[in-house]
């Protein structure tokens, strides 16, 4: 097929109106579908519903030091979670505090208590700055960027390359600017490109120099065992890197079982250097007298160890690769070889880019909600939901049902041709 900018106008508008034509017909049959947000459909849900019996009345609810997880205590987590989360994590038990249910929680907590009290290696809170800034490699995740915005932490674009943030960028801004305290990081497909960092990328992250001495990676390992391929994508430890490179306490870790287990009714769980750990437990100890030990119980007694993990979440690939398929055969079908958009094929996680022509990702999200399918905001993925090409759009195709999410995509696509062939027109 030829590509479109190669067409002539009353080729063009041969297709726009024969697009739109099929546009009303979908936005007369009312759908209503929702792929805004990378849920876990209802099947993957199932798959855990025996957790709801991992702990039944009369049983002992007693961990393997003795604690009861019925009562207060047990500030950073139960000895059996924590080697779970440092087996999933590589790092070891005493590099983890096992928190609530959600990893965005301890991350948002992270923050807040480095702007109040600082971190290890720092003299004053970050609070106390003049400014604070981080790198945000972008398209990235939206609720990173919420919190640093509520925050009033000035947020600098870096762009996404195929292996990971752009390094020569990094590099450079974390050389020169003492402003620039932490860099968020979706280290293992990424949302939403799905992209994992390459060994190079995680070496140089690790080694870098920083003029901040109390600069930090927020290395969010949200898909750490998310693989949707026998041969997954494999990801250099980071713990490691930074210790070899002289710099043992520039990276927080983060991982939930939200898209494993129950999403809002799973556990969280943070890992850093024993030094950054024992600053997070003074404040933690002011901020809780525990953490849910009965959910941790729970998880520990459902998936056995880390190899039930991992067991359990070939059965979350089974239900999510054929939606992932589904979704690069049409994609391939309607929009491949006309160079109007390009996308990521991610071997795991939840999400995929969408990337169109510069300029029409906002109007594509617009029609598209116009014929019933919601869609992450346009620009979410960026910075103040600003991207500076308009072209990111997210898709997150595990929460519909197979025939509704090719149903969506259908759509989807059938807008970006539109829109498209309007702005080739122009
Ligand atoms: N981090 C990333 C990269 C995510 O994509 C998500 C959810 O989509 C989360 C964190 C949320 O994690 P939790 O449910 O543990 O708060």
Redesign the pocket.
Known sequence: MNEWSRLDAAELNEIYVEQLEQYKAYQDRKLRLDMS??KPCPEQLDLSAGMLDAIRAGEPVTAEDGTDARNYGGLDGLPEAKRLFADLLGVQPDEVIVGG?????M?YDTIVRAMLFGVPGGDKPWGKEAAVKFLCPSPG?D??FAICEQLGIEMIVVDMKEDGPDMDQVERLVAEDAAVKGIWC?PKY??PDGITYSDVVVDRLAGMKTKAGDFRIFW?N??VVHDLSPLPSRLKPIFAACREAGCPDRVFE???T??VSF??S?V?AMAASRGNLDAIRKTLAVQTIGPDKINQLRHVRFFGGPDGVRAHMEKHAAILKPKFAAVLTLLEERLGGIGIASWSKPDGG??LSLNTMDGCAKAVVAMAAEAGVTLTKAGATFPYGLDPRDRNIRIAPSYPSLNELQTAIEIICLCVRIVSARKLLD
Do not use: E
């Not at 249910?101 to 929680?105: D, I, K, P, Q």
């Open positions: 947000r990378g249910s959600s990893s965005l929680t991350m995740y609720r990173h979706v990424s949302n969010d949200a898909y983060y991982c939930s939200s898209k999403a809002g799973g969280a939840y999400f």
